[in-house]
Each structure stands twice: as structure tokens, then as C-alpha cells.
């Protein structure tokens, strides 16, 4: 079936530093692709989607860009600050969530 | 908005005992669903519903049973509450099964089966 797989944590990062997680997908059919972040003691909430290949979806400085040519959807950042620090779930959708293991996050000052 | 809502927000059971999670959301959503979280593994769907009366069983749902009697409510219960059911919990919900809408999450249940 349908599978999401995302680089392992935990990332530590200094504030400033660009950010890059890697996630690759596997589907039959055309999936949207999505990005979740968890605070901690939250529940997830969106950080950015993208619907179709090439489309690249953008919040708060994040993006990551559908490429179907290599089955990837990775998250970038170009400046991370310590609130960014959350663990990150990459996931796609045919019709269920299916979600990778998730990355954590962690910036220091 | 409340958006959704989930209690309790911990619960210890013992082997054996039964419980339910109770999820509430507000917006009107067609689409309500249940994750565990565990770590290293991600979320993984227990069960879903796209309407009042109507479920289906997700990847991991042994041990579980839910209902839908109305839009709003879709609780979930353990029946013979398990160690392996330790774990944190999740109801989710969207306005439709649509491959492009995304998930309103509550804020998780974590449970602890002795």
C-alpha cells in the first residue's frame, strides 16, 4: 500500500541554520502530499500541502516542492529560529492519512 | 472555535479494564478518524467514519470499537484494555475523505495500560 518514509531524528540545528528533512513516498495514484508539525503536549497541526506534482506548498518560511519524477517531498527552511523546534510528520493522502515516523526538531541559540 | 475535542487528557488502566475516548468536534465535519501515535512508528488509523452511522476500520483496528451516532461525536473504545495499547491517542477530523483536505487534530490522549 500507500507509505510515507522520512529521515530519522533527531536533528539539532543552531538558530540561523538552514533545515532540510527528507521524506520519499510510495502510492499507486496521484496522493496529496502534506506536512504536520507537533508542539509539544499538542496535537498535530498543518504546516503546508501540496496537491499535485510541482506545486510547491509554502508557510512561515517552510517549503517543499511534489517532485513525482523522484517520489519526494522534501521539508527546507532557510533560517530555523527556536520556535521551530516540533516534531515534523511528513504524510500523504489517498483518501486516509498515512504518516511517516516523524523528525524531531531541535534549535538551539 | 473549540475545533476538536478530546478527553480524557490521561488515563491509566489496568489489563482487562474497558474505556472510552471521547471526541467532539464542531465544525460541522463529515469525516472523523482515530491514530495512536507510538514511538518511531508515526500515527497509524484505527478506525474512520464519513458520516453519522457509517465506520471503517483503518490499518491497526483490533481492540478497538467506535460509533457514530451523530456529526459531532465518534468515540472510541477499548474493550479489554491491553499493555500493547499503551500509547497516545488521536481523533482527527475534516470536512470531507478528499485526498486534498487536511486533518483538524485534537490535543491527544495518553494512555497507559498495566
Known amino acids: 500500500g500507500d507509505s510515507v518514509t522520512q529521515m530519522e531524528g533527531p536533528v539539532t540545528l543552531s538558530e540561523e541554520a538552514f533545515l532540510t528533512i527528507n521524506c520519499t513516498y510510495t502510492?499507486?495514484?496521484?496522493?496529496?502530499l502534506f506536512w504536520y508539525v507537533q508542539y509539544p503536549g499538542e496535537g498535530l497541526q498543518l504546516l503546508l500541502k501540496?496537491?499535485?506534482?510541482?506545486d510547491k506548498g509554502s508557510n512561515k518560511g517552510f517549503e517543499a516542492t511534489y517532485r513525482k519524477e523522484t517520489t519526494s517531498f522534501h521539508l527546507e527552511k532557510g533560517s530555523v529560529q527556536v520556535s521551530d523546534s516540533a516534531v515534523y510528520f511528513c504524510?500523504?493522502?489517498?483518501?486516509?492519512?498515512?504518516f511517516g515516523a516523524g523528525t524531531r526538531l531541535t534549535v538551539k541559540p | 472555535n473549540a475545533g476538536v475535542t478530546q478527553t480524557p487528557k490521561f488515563q491509566v488502566l489496568k489489563t482487562g479494564q474497558s474505556m472510552t475516548l471521547q471526541c467532539a468536534q464542531d465544525?460541522?465535519?463529515?469525516?472523523m478518524s482515530w491514530y495512536r501515535q507510538d514511538p518511531g512508528m508515526g500515527l497509524r488509523l484505527i478506525h474512520y467514519?464519513?458520516?453519522?452511522?457509517?465506520?471503517d476500520q483503518g490499518e491497526v483496528p483490533n481492540g478497538y470499537n467506535v460509533s457514530r451516532s451523530t456529526t459531532e461525536d465518534f468515540p472510541l473504545r477499548l474493550l479489554s484494555a491491553a499493555p500493547s495499547q499503551t500509547s497516545v491517542y488521536f481523533c482527527?477530523?475534516?470536512?470531507?475523505?478528499?485526498?486534498?483536505?487536511?486533518?483538524?487534530f485534537g490535543s491527544g490522549t495518553q494512555l497507559s495500560v498495566l
Open positions: 502510492a499507486t495514484g496521484y496522493p496529496s
Open positions: 504524510a500523504l493522502s489517498d483518501n486516509d492519512m498515512r
Open positions: 465544525m460541522n465535519h463529515e469525516y
Open positions: 501540496a496537491t499535485k506534482a510541482d
Open positions: 482527527a477530523s475534516s470536512y470531507s475523505r478528499a485526498t486534498n483536505e487536511k486533518l483538524f
Open positions: 467514519s464519513v458520516g453519522a452511522g457509517i465506520t
